[in-house]
């Protein structure tokens, strides 16, 4: 399995990027997604999730700024990210959950499988 995230870069406050995650190996219909962020110095924290039927949460800090969704067909995840902070800046990581599973999308555990990040930095 194999989820490659990528999208981030350097961006002004106010600004957008949009992060994709594209992923191989699974039955990607079968999985919910999510996207978490770490900054420096900090745990890894929950940002988004979407499961196969679209339905999505978000956290509070990037709800009304922040759109995830997904396109089954192409086996991807994707991350609108509007109206950026400086407080965004961290690396942005993609993860899968299978659907059949236990456990909180707000929590790392929950989730199978990881890609490698991709950096968001937002400058002010």
């Known amino acids: 399995v194999q989820l490659q995230a990528s999208g981030g870069g350097l961006v002004q406050a106010g600004g957008s990027l949009r992060l994709s995650c594209a992923a191989s190996?699974?039955?990607?219909?079968?999985?919910?997604m999510g996207w978490f962020r770490q900054a420096p110095g900090k745990e890894r924290e929950f940002v988004a999730a979407?499961?196969?039927?679209?339905?999505?949460t978000y956290a509070d800090s990037v709800k009304g700024r922040f759109t995830i969704s997904r396109d089954n067909a192409k086996n991807t995840v994707y991350l609108q990210m509007n109206s950026l902070k400086p407080e965004d800046t961290a690396v942005y990581y993609c993860a899968a959950k299978r659907i059949a599973s236990s456990g909180s999308y707000y929590y790392t555990t929950s989730y199978a499988y990881w890609g490698q990040g991709t950096q968001v930095t937002v400058s002010s």
């Open positions: 190996g699974l039955t990607f219909s079968g999985y919910s």
């Open positions: 979407i499961i196969t039927r679209g339905a999505s």
